[in-house]
């Protein structure tokens, strides 16, 4: 890898301010600049953030898509030009994965690339966004589509800043954590099947640290994704075109829901594949698994999603995906669990009865 980031994790017995302690365990110059979520603004629970905007050294973004754009990325560059940021200054950027990859981003491209600090503050950040030095925004209605490869300086995690997340954002985490445990760890699809409904991130430490660990040891084994850090997309491939089709629809598709479906399609797909019975069963059990939690945590917009997501309309999204190559569409499949194989080839005949015997029945 090109450059191996500092991991800190705040110890969850500490009594600090969120975050501070961290920044004090780095033991090395602190950022002086910072990009926020705006969302800490109003309720202000990193209180020394406040001490830094009143002195003009922090820049409030807006998390969401509709943020991560070039246009809002001038912004950040321009206020940096303006403020006089140097090239010996750090930028520490603090949020979810809307806000670590615009701000990443900026710092990355600012005088060809600042010291930079990734700061996750949402579950999905923590274990995946967060990790692994994609930086970038959306362009042309193309999510993410403009963008880097490095390695922020410094990866500062302080998992108590979790407990304001809302069921959805803990959803969206859950899932991408589900994912590393069934691509790459199986012990931890083990411990977390055992949920009978989705913890509060405060009851999940050690699976958090787990689940963030997959992500390191992915990235760290295959920074340019040329092959084993692909297995990462297991899921997303379906799971982007149901939010490429909810998008055209105008509707609201949490990104956990998304990639839950995908992955519940892509393990029937999966188990449809293998000739070991074992590995069939535990296959099929995990995407049970999943569509249980899927349902306990949003019933109503499940069943609307898969009423409303035509298959040939998925499908012609599955064709325009970027990881595809001359062959068609290239899935992400699992061997059995805590196993993946890349680069495997979906026709649409595959697709369309693993999605009716992973959904028809819902
Ligand atoms: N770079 C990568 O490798 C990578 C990997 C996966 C996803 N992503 C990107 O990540 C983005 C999704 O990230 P996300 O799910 O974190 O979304 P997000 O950044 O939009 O945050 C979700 C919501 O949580 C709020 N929030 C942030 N921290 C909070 C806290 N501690 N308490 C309460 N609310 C809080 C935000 O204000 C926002 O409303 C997508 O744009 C996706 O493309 C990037």
């Given at each position: 890898m090109s450059q191996k980031p500092t991991y800190i994790t705040v110890p969850s017995e500490s009594t600090g301010g969120l975050i501070e302690a961290g920044l004090e365990a780095v033991k090395r110059p602190q950022p002086h600049w910072y990009i926020v979520d705006k969302f800490f603004q109003q309720?202000?629970?990193?209180?020394?953030?406040?001490?830094?905007?009143?002195?003009?050294?922090?820049?409030?973004?807006?998390?969401?898509?509709?943020?991560?754009?070039?246009?809002?990325?001038?912004?950040?560059?321009?206020?940096?030009?303006?403020?006089?940021?140097?090239?010996?200054e750090i930028v520490g950027v603090i949020g979810g994965g809307s806000v670590l990859d615009l701000g990443l981003f900026a710092a990355s491209i600012y005088q060809r690339?600042?010291?930079?600090?990734?700061?996750?503050?949402?579950?999905?950040?923590?274990?995946?966004?967060?990790?692994?030095?994609?930086?970038?925004?959306?362009?042309?209605?193309?999510?993410?589509?403009?963008?880097?490869?490095?390695?922020?300086?410094?990866?500062?995690?302080?998992?108590?800043?979790?407990?304001?997340?809302?069921?959805?954002?803990?959803?969206?985490?859950?899932?991408?954590?589900?994912?590393?445990?069934l691509i790459a760890d199986s012990e931890l699809w083990q411990r977390m099947k055992s949920f009978e409904s989705i913890p509060r991130p405060q009851s999940m430490h050690a699976l958090i640290d787990a689940a963030a660990a997959v992500k390191k040891r992915l990235v760290q084994s295959d920074e340019r994704e040329?092959?084993?850090?692909?297995?990462?997309?297991?899921?997303?491939?379906?799971?982007?075109?149901l939010e490429s089709v909810a998008a055209a629809q105008k509707k609201d598709l949490p990104h956990g829901i998304a990639v839950g479906?995908?992955?519940?399609?892509?393990?029937?797909?999966?188990?449809?594949?293998?000739?070991?019975?074992?590995?069939?069963?535990?296959?099929?059990?995990?995407?049970?698994?999943?569509?249980?939690?899927?349902?306990?945590?949003?019933?109503?917009?499940?069943?609307?999603?898969?009423?409303?997501?035509?298959?040939?309309?998925?499908?012609?999204?599955m064709q325009m995906d970027k990881k595809n190559n001359a062959q068609g569409v290239q899935e992400v499949a699992l061997t059995k669990i805590g196993h993946a194989a890349w680069n495997q080839h979906l026709s649409f005949t595959e697709f369309a009865n693993s999605w009716s015997s992973a959904h028809g029945t819902l």
């Open positions: 309720d202000q629970p990193i209180d020394w953030v406040s001490d830094a905007a009143n002195e003009g050294r922090v820049f409030w973004l807006q998390a969401g898509e509709a943020s991560k754009s070039l246009a809002c990325t001038e912004k950040v560059l321009d206020w940096l030009v303006k403020r006089g940021a140097k090239r010996d690339g600042l010291e930079k600090w990734s700061i996750p503050t949402t579950l999905l950040a923590t274990v995946d966004a967060g990790i692994g030095g994609k930086n970038g925004v959306n362009f042309l209605g193309l999510k993410n589509y403009i963008g880097t490869i490095i390695q922020p300086d410094v990866v500062l995690s302080d998992y108590r800043i979790l407990e304001t997340l809302n069921a959805v954002d803990v959803l969206n985490g859950w899932m991408e954590m589900i994912k590393h445990g040329k092959g084993l850090r692909k297995s990462l997309n297991f899921g997303h491939t379906v799971g982007h075109a479906l995908g992955m519940v399609c892509s393990l029937h797909w999966s188990a449809n594949r293998t000739s070991d019975d074992t590995n069939r069963n535990d296959l099929i059990e995990a995407a049970n698994r999943i569509r249980h939690w899927l349902l306990l945590e949003a019933p109503e917009q499940v069943k609307s999603t898969l009423e409303s997501s035509e298959l040939k309309a998925l499908w012609s999204c």
